[in-house]
Structures are given as structure tokens and as C-alpha cells.
């Protein structure tokens, strides 16, 4: 398996513009993850699905930001619009069984800079 | 005070030297620990987890749990250049263990 895969790699967008973030998680696995990697905050959890269903959403940072999940080998994640202070990698991570003991595997991540 | 909380460092080791990498979490019901790797622009990975109190060993890394202080930490013995990276702490959410609430991170060097 390729492993996760992110799309794209780096976006540079101007302040007030749509952006969508895309994820392919490993096949079979049952989790996905959204992650948002900050100097300043670290790596926060935005969102994550079990078997295509949102389950926590409390890390999604305000309302123009949404994630969706159509099926089990794909999902976005959108800001509308985009702030300079969204600018962040973003990872996605799939898992076949979160919490104990499980590894969660990353994708590369996508580098967003807002301007 | 933080969920996790890492010292953002840099730890500087010369090679071939124990670097201890430290980690405290403030939910005492946490159940899993984890460690990852993540070298400058690349993604985190697992290196391990722990979830008994003691050590846990694999190769010349050793994970250490103290749930009584709260405390997890990770030896990295015969340290190498190559494990000059980002060391992420992980620790699940006792309210949801599927939630992995991560810690900044400790930014390791080891210099030959």
C-alpha cells in the first residue's frame, strides 16, 4: 500500500479564498484523522471519522471549517474562507483501531499558507 | 496547564551518548502512551507505545511509564546523528481513547 496520501502538498492562497485539503487513508483502515501541525500549538486533532462517520469534531476551530468523509478512501477537509492565521501543515492519519496501542499513520501533510 | 507537556529543547548529545527525552500529561486516566519520530518537514512516526507502568525495550529505545507521577519518558541509547529529529509525546484521552492528544515535542541533536 502507498501508505496516506495527502493532495496537494503545498497551497498558497490569498485571505478570503476557498481551500480544500484531500486524504486518501491507508485501505482497510477504519479511522481517519485530521491533524493541524503549529510551531506555536504543536499538533491538535481538528476532527476524526470512524468507518466514514464524524465522531469528534471539538478541534475544528470555527464553523469555516468542515470536513467530510463520502467514503472509506477519501476525504477533505475545507476552509471558507481562509485566514492567514489557518496557515499550518494539516495531516491526515489513518488507523485500523484508535486508542490503545494502535499506530496511526501519517500522511505527508499539506503546507497551507494563506496571504 | 497543558495536556501534555514536553520540553521544546534542543536536547544536544554527543554521539553515542543516552539521551533521555521526558514527557508529563495531566489526565490520570490516560491509558496509552506514545512516542513518534518527526524529522524537519517530514510526518510523524511511531517509534512506540507503552501502556503498564515499567519499561518497555525495543532496540536502543526504552520507554519508561510512571503513572503515578504522570510522568513518560523515552532513553535513546547509543545515540546516532540519524536520530537528530522531533520527538512527539502522545497520550490518549481517558474521556475518548480514540482521541491521541500530542505534546509540542522535544527537538533532539546529536552531534558526532
Known amino acids: 500500500d502507498a501508505g496516506v496520501i495527502q493532495s496537494p502538498r503545498h497551497e498558497v492562497t490569498e485571505m478570503g479564498q476557498e481551500v480544500t485539503l484531500r486524504c486518501k487513508p491507508i485501505s482497510g483502515h477504519d479511522y481517519l484523522f485530521w491533524y493541524r501541525q503549529t510551531m506555536m500549538r504543536g499538533l491538535e486533532l481538528l476532527i476524526y471519522f470512524n468507518n466514514n462517520v464524524p465522531i469528534d469534531d471539538s478541534g475544528m476551530p470555527e464553523d469555516r471549517f468542515s470536513a467530510k468523509m463520502p467514503n472509506a478512501s477519501f476525504s477533505t477537509l475545507k476552509i471558507q474562507p481562509s485566514e492567514p492565521r489557518d496557515s499550518a501543515v494539516y495531516f491526515c492519519?489513518?488507523?485500523?483501531?484508535?486508542?490503545?496501542?494502535?499506530?496511526?499513520?501519517f500522511g505527508q501533510g499539506t503546507r497551507l499558507t494563506v496571504v | 496547564q497543558k495536556e501534555v507537556e514536553q520540553n521544546s529543547g534542543p536536547l544536544s548529545v554527543p554521539e553515542g551518548a543516552i539521551a533521555s527525552l521526558n514527557c508529563t500529561y495531566s489526565d490520570r486516566g490516560s491509558q496509552s502512551f506514545f512516542w513518534y519520530r518527526q524529522y524537519s518537514g517530514k510526518s510523524p512516526e511511531l517509534i512506540m507505545f507503552?501502556?503498564?507502568?515499567g519499561d518497555k525495550e525495543d532496540g536502543r529505545f526504552t520507554a519508561q511509564l510512571n503513572k503515578a507521577s504522570q510522568y513518560v519518558s523515552l532513553l535513546i541509547r547509543d545515540s546516532q546523528p540519524s536520530d537528530s529529529a522531533t520527538y512527539l509525546c502522545?497520550?490518549?484521552?481517558?474521556?475518548?481513547?480514540?482521541?491521541?492528544?500530542f505534546g509540542t515535542g522535544t527537538r533532539l541533536q546529536v552531534f558526532p
Open positions: 502522545a497520550v490518549n484521552s481517558r474521556t475518548n481513547t480514540d482521541k491521541l492528544i
Open positions: 507503552i501502556y503498564s507502568n
Open positions: 492519519a489513518s488507523s485500523l483501531i484508535a486508542g490503545l496501542g494502535t499506530e496511526a499513520f
